[in-house]
């Protein structure tokens, strides 16, 4: 039994342009390779965090809408727990990624258009048991995996430029963040 709650409802729903407000992330680790055939030694191999759909194929990211009453990165931080079941740090703002909803039209946004905050979020823990646990599975992938494995293109778009591009930058001492590969 989960103590955790999920949100529901539209009622604290933030909406601008139009456009309904999501926020979401990349859930990411770090896992040793320890494949000595790849030429990559003992270094850590990044994986990604993905759940299953519940309305189709493929696989998504975290993501749901953004509330009144939450900063975007607490939205954000928020549905992976929600989702996926795991915590842990945002530590970039990856973009912004306009797409549109088949299941999410109403009155406020009749076209089903959102604009997503997407993060990366360095997992502390994975959880026993979180809200949509009877619904969603989790699956770690690395990169060109989960990019195979979209079920949307703004999601690859996200994991591919902004995740992707990050990662390369900050690993290389580039980009700032809070989270230590080592």
Known sequence: MCDLVARTGRHQQRYEDGRRLVAGCIPFRYRHNNDETSGHGHEKLVEVLMINSQSGPGLLFPKGGWENDETVEE???????????????IVHHLGFYDFKSKTHQDACCPEGMCRAAVFALHVKEELTSWPEQSTRQRTWLTVPEAATRCRYQWMQEALLTGFTDWHDKWSKGGGGTNCDPA
């Open 75 to 89: 939205a954000a931080a928020r549905e992976a727990v929600e989702e996926a079941g795991v915590r842990g740090d």
